[in-house]
């Protein structure tokens, strides 16, 4: 069986150096605009019950802060405010990216970035489905058929299939960029990356065919 040549990017909108990435990522999108691009949403933190505790606060802000410096986009901090309140579950967000790439296939990448946006840059709560709403006229996307799709069993089980994959396939740590190609995944980085070494390596990758 044949498999298309991909780049295949796994990330989670509710991880931090994920949100850094994104403006590399564009940078080997655009070098290799070519080749297929597929999304699979990792799970940084899926299923979690518990509100943040201050030491996750403190140990977020410490981090934040790194990302910010290095990447250069735009945080708020109110969310890590001692009296503020926040559930840190990124399966919602993840299965939200995942009803958008049943509703609009063209969009799950933009839309994973608006999300994004929406928690690093505004401190929305995205537990709440009404925080995905705002975007959704952008996309063309009616509320009704993204709630219907969020609360979709199959939905639900599709965003942990994509957990299950990333688990199956190593990608333990986010972002991870992968290229499918030769019927092998191989990996192109593990981690924020420059765009200055993501596009050599994955044209070595193409080339030569050289595993890391």
Known sequence: MEYPTKIIYVGDPLCSWCYGYAGELERL???????????????LRPYTREEMDPALKRFLRKHWKEVQQRAGVPFSYDILEPETSFVYDTEKPCRAVVVMRHLNPEAEWT???RVQQAFYR?????????????????????????AALFNDDKIIQETRNDFIWCKEVGASSFPTTILQHQNRLWLIAMGYTSADDLIPHTEKLLNQGIEV
């Open 111 to 113: 839309f994973f970035k």
């Open 29 to 43: 999108k655009a070098h290799f605009k070519e080749i297929e691009f597929q999304i699979v949403v990792g799970g």
């Open 122 to 146: 505004d401190n929305c709560d995205t537990n709440h489905i009404g925080t995905y709403f705002p975007l959704l006229s952008e996309f063309g996307v009616k509320e009704a058929d993204f």
